[in-house]
């Protein structure tokens, strides 16, 4: 089956940095990635959808410039979390499509601000 | 809006036996529902995938179901083991978004 990677797996960082969070498909070129934040014992929320060359959909409440996606290539977008702060603290999922096939998920990032 | 509910919220089972996975959405209006397996600290990984049209998919011992009409879906476990324990999300997607909104998920706990 189709392969997404995340790097890193987990971060830890100071109040006020930001923090870049790759995603990629491995053997698939996707046309769309999503990306999704998880708190503790709650559903994934999607936050945005990145389609390559365009710039992101972001979902109602995310605020995008504290998010910034991009979504270079067929293979590879990113979410940089800037000046994070303890309340950006949790599991990012990304997910990548190839037109209208299934979603697939990567293993997910967790962020820790300190 | 749709909303995707998941009940029970934890479960625990003695190895062995078959057990349901509930979930029920409030639009009827959807385009496909999923099933997905997540481990503690883990990504996602889909188990079945129901089209609008389908009433239920089978993969193995699970077995997954679609009633849109009365806005549920269910996932059977039969004959369950230790590494069936997991937390198990339903996700539906929306004709015309290709969104998927999930649910909390159940935490299937499966005794030795």
């Known amino acids: 089956g189709a392969v997404v990677s995340q790097h890193p797996s987990r971060v830890i960082c100071k109040s006020g940095t930001s923090v870049k969070i790759e995603c990629r498909s491995l053997?698939?070129?996707?046309?769309?990635m999503f990306w999704y934040r998880q708190f503790p014992k709650q559903s994934l929320m999607l936050m945005a959808t990145?389609?390559?060359?365009?710039?992101?959909?972001?979902e109602q409440g995310v605020e995008k410039d504290k998010f910034l996606i991009n979504h270079a290539s067929l293979t590879l977008s990113t979410l940089t979390v800037t000046s994070a702060h303890p309340e950006d603290s949790s599991f990012y999922i990304c997910?990548?499509?190839?037109?209208?096939?299934?979603?697939?998920f990567g293993p997910g990032t967790r962020l820790t601000v300190l | 809006k749709q909303e995707v509910t998941q009940i029970p919220a934890a479960l625990s089972v003695p190895e062995g036996e078959n057990l349901v996975l509930n979930c029920s959405f409030t639009?009827?209006?959807?385009?496909?529902l999923q099933w997905f397996r997540q481990d503690p600290g883990k990504g996602l990984t889909s188990l079945l995938l129901?089209?609008?049209?389908?009433r239920e998919q089978t993969s193995g011992r699970l077995n997954a179901s679609l009633d849109k009409s009365s806005g549920r879906s269910t996932l059977y476990i039969a004959a369950s083991q230790p590494g069936d324990s997991a937390t198990y999300l339903c996700?539906?997607?929306?004709?015309?978004?290709?969104?998927?909104?999930f649910g909390k998920g159940t935490k299937l706990t499966v005794n030795p």
């Open positions: 639009d009827s209006a959807i385009y496909n």
């Open positions: 996700a539906s997607s929306q004709g015309g978004s290709e969104k998927l909104v």
């Open positions: 990145s389609n390559e060359g365009s710039k992101a959909t972001y």
């Open positions: 053997d698939f070129q996707a046309t769309t």
């Open positions: 129901i089209q609008s049209s389908q």
């Open positions: 997910s990548a499509k190839q037109g209208t096939l299934l979603e697939y």
